[in-house]
């Protein structure tokens, strides 16, 4: 750590003797600038979302809208989960035969229009486009959630 400290006091002091320190700080303040410009116009990305539904954490990945402010603080600072009741979604029952165990594994299939409306509506100044796959939740899991409460 010392060793890069001294090559970075190095390279300042050779800077220093070409390029004057006004030009440098007024450099980094255009470059601040520019970026406090280009975070207000509207861009898309991707972007995993963590829901938790009945116990049951999942990532989502969906496509966002919003504003560079809005999409830098969410990137930066929200890393919580959103809480969706498994009643507010649209889901199907699907088993399937687990031969291996011989029993009979029952999953649950959300719809992702609703999930996506579900997470629009708890996620504010970002509009969420899509909804890409999203996993199956085990119905047993779920039923043992449901028994701790």
Known sequence: MSNALDKLRAFWRLLKSYVSPTFIMLMCASFIMWYILKLQY?????YSVLVNVE?????????????????????VYMHKEI????????????????VAAGTVVDNIIIDPQSIQSAISVRVSDIKVISV???????????QTAGEKK
């Open 55 to 75: 116990g049951e954490r999942m990532r989502v990945p969906c496509v966002i809208e919003g504003k560079g402010t809005n999409l830098f603080g969410y990137r």
């Open 83 to 98: 809480k969706i009741p498994l009643n507010d979604l649209k889901y199907t029952i699907e088993s399937k035969v687990d």
């Open 42 to 46: 509207t861009y898309t990305t991707d």
């Open 132 to 142: 890409g796959d999203v996993p199956p939740l085990r119905m047993s899991d779920l």
